[in-house]
């Protein structure tokens, strides 16, 4: 999204008080979508001029602005902002710059499937063009910046290929989670503890990951030209935990017994009652994941994703896959895993509509496109390779409320066969989901600005409660606050609203914004702000280990900004 602002300075002439600014600023925001054309076949489509297209929102037919038409095979070339307003385009243009930020999770795959990943990322990063760049982002590492934009394609080459070598089987993340499920289900533990340990787990997981996507795609806001996002994870889910309640468990049927059983082996225990508190084992992330595929649209980031394996802890005991010996003893006993205790195998489904869930609406919100195991490593490469090689820019001025997402859908006209693709949604965003976004990037890639002239400092974190809270000193300078006369002259007043976001290292994260703070002070004291500073105190919980928080001021009056960053321990 392109925005026009108009800022008109208003001064306010009043005796206590020298010039003191207020700030009105006007919105021209334009929705930018970059539109796929294909046939039949799946080749792209060229030659289409702005009239040949009809974009609605919410079905009303919205008049194009801006349109142009990138062509790979053009001899024009193109800057950033080459879309023509109010006119005809029929010379196709080389298509800008990309960015390309490579989103390696902890997929914990076999071999064959990472040399397959590695060698599609290879051709891929050797065919880049000149003005591309790349990054590699790893979620769990300690820098999460495994490396920053470079066209160097020898070094994008090599860290990537690092990350992938990394991704090794370690029954560590998920399938490290999967595992525990599995021992103390066979080992004959309380199944609905085991299941909320599991989910609860699980919960930390995804939200963490969820947390880094939305981090990673709000930096990608302020940078011009195409980006997108090439994700590489596995068991992302919507729900996640909730695959841990077997189907026999949801419908109260009996659990089956293999047919070698002995008679004296008792059932499964049954459930003693239903757990009071649903939300400890599982939660609806689907809400959080449709914001961050808006929010990522938002910022023009266009999101491709591929899980390139099956989950290997997940398939059944005694299949080929997983092989293990089973069946009675003398005296009755039994060798091998108890398959009566094991996962039942809907698990695996439920995972997989699961992930399935996440991956769409990432997808589908940002105009790109999924694929999973091993043939879909060939055809997520393969669909990067397509879009990005032709394809058309949209613009249409924004209409709508702030905050609400509108649907949208672009059509050729009277050409119902071909095959149309973008972005599924538009959303002029708040100031405050912003904010929230910018503090969240903050994780990944610092702010390198500080209007406010921000600090921020960390106490030890002192235990509660199984968490751990971590005293929290942001100290901004007088001065940087804009403090405006009350009705009557006898105070001035500054206000501010406080962001914060906070990631571990490989789980949980967390991020809102705190009540406006009010600043008054009397007009004496305005004169004499120089040197003063405000000090506000508060605190976040945070988990066993490292954690890195981020906190970010916005001016009431201005929308001036500032950011501070710290990480901490707790043990």
């Known amino acids: 999204m392109k925005t026009t602002a108009l800022s008109l300075v208003l001064a306010f002439g009043l005796s206590a008080m020298a010039q003191t600014p207020y700030i009105e600023t006007f919105e021209v925001q334009l929705h930018n979508l970059d539109v796929v054309v294909t046939d039949a076949k799946g080749q792209p489509v060229r030659g289409l001029k702005k009239s040949d297209f009809v974009v609605l929102e919410n079905g009303v037919s919205q008049p194009i602005t801006n349109f142009s038409l990138y062509d790979v095979n053009a001899t024009t070339a193109s800057s950033v902002n080459a879309a023509t307003p109010d006119a005809e385009t029929f010379e196709a243009v080389q298509p800008p710059p990309r960015h390309f930020v490579f989103f390696i999770d902890e997929i914990e795959v076999q071999k064959k499937a990472r040399t397959q990943l590695y060698r599609r990322v290879q051709e891929f990063v050797a065919a880049m063009r000149d003005g591309d760049v790349a990054s590699v982002v790893r979620p769990t590492a300690v820098n999460k910046v495994a490396l920053d934009f470079t066209s160097d394609r020898a070094a994008i080459d090599r860290v990537l290929k690092q990350a992938l070598d990394d991704s090794g089987l370690k029954l560590t993340g998920m399938n490290g989670d999967i595992a525990q499920l599995r021992t103390k289900l066979n080992r004959g533990d309380n199944p609905e503890s085991a299941q909320r340990e599991y989910a609860f787990a699980s919960r930390r997981r995804v939200e963490h990951r969820l947390g880094q996507l939305r981090a990673l795609t709000s930096s990608l806001g302020s940078i011009e030209g195409r980006k997108i996002l090439v994700m590489v994870t596995m068991g992302l889910g919507a729900e996640p935990g909730k695959e841990a309640t077997s189907l026999e468990r949801e419908m109260n049927l009996p659990t089956e017994m293999p047919f070698d059983a002995p008679i004296d082996v008792p059932s499964p225990p049954e459930d003693s009652e239903r757990l009071t508190r649903p939300d400890v084992i599982t939660r609806n992330s689907r809400q959080t994941i449709d914001d961050i595929g808006r929010s990522a649209a938002v910022n023009g980031v266009t999101i491709y994703a591929v899980e390139p394996d099956v989950h290997l802890e997940l398939m059944t005991r005694g299949s080929a896959a997983v092989p293990v010996?089973?069946?009675?003893?003398?005296?009755?006993?039994?060798?091998?895993?108890?398959?009566?205790?094991?996962?039942?195998?809907?698990?695996?489904?439920?995972?997989?509509?699961?992930?399935?869930?996440?991956?769409?609406?990432?997808?589908?919100?940002?105009?790109?496109?999924?694929?999973?195991?091993?043939?879909?490593?060939?055809?997520?490469?393969?669909?990067?390779?397509?879009?990005?090689?032709?394809?058309?820019?949209?613009?249409?001025?924004?209409?709508?409320?702030?905050?609400?997402?509108?649907?949208?859908?672009?059509?050729?006209?009277?050409?119902?066969?071909?095959?149309?693709?973008?972005?599924?949604?538009?959303?002029?965003?708040?100031?405050?989901?912003?904010?929230?976004?910018?503090?969240?990037?903050?994780?990944?890639?610092?702010?390198?600005?500080?209007?406010?002239?921000v600090a921020v400092t960390a106490g030890t974190p002192v235990k509660t409660r199984g968490y751990f809270t971590v005293p929290l000193d942001i100290v901004v300078p007088m001065t940087k606050l804009t403090f405006l006369p009350n009705a009557d002259g006898t105070k001035y007043v500054a206000s501010f609203n406080v962001h914060y976001a906070s990631a571990g290292r490989e789980r949980d994260f967390m991020s809102g914004g705190k009540q406006e703070q009010i600043v008054e002070i009397t007009p004496e004291q305005f004169g004499h702000l120089a040197g003063v500073k405000y000090r506000y105190k508060t605190g976040l919980n945070v988990s066993h280990g490292s954690t890195k928080i981020a906190i970010g001021l916005i001016d009431s009056a201005t929308k001036l900004t500032g950011f501070g960053t710290v990480e901490v321990t707790a043990r």
């Open 325 to 453: 010996r089973a069946g009675s003893v003398r005296g009755g006993g039994h060798f091998g895993p108890d398959l009566s205790r094991d996962l039942q195998p809907s698990m695996h489904i439920d995972m997989l509509q699961n992930s399935a869930a996440t991956l769409t609406s990432l997808s589908e919100k940002t105009g790109g496109k999924w694929f999973r195991g091993s043939a879909g490593i060939d055809d997520t490469f393969r669909q990067m390779t397509t879009d990005l090689s032709t394809y058309y820019s949209l613009a249409y001025r924004a209409t709508g409320d702030e905050g609400q997402p509108r649907r949208v859908i672009v059509q050729v006209r009277d050409r119902p066969e071909l095959r149309v693709r973008t972005r599924s949604e538009v959303l002029q965003r708040s100031t405050a989901s912003e904010m929230d976004d910018l503090v969240a990037a903050s994780l990944i890639y610092p702010r390198p600005v500080n209007e406010l002239d």
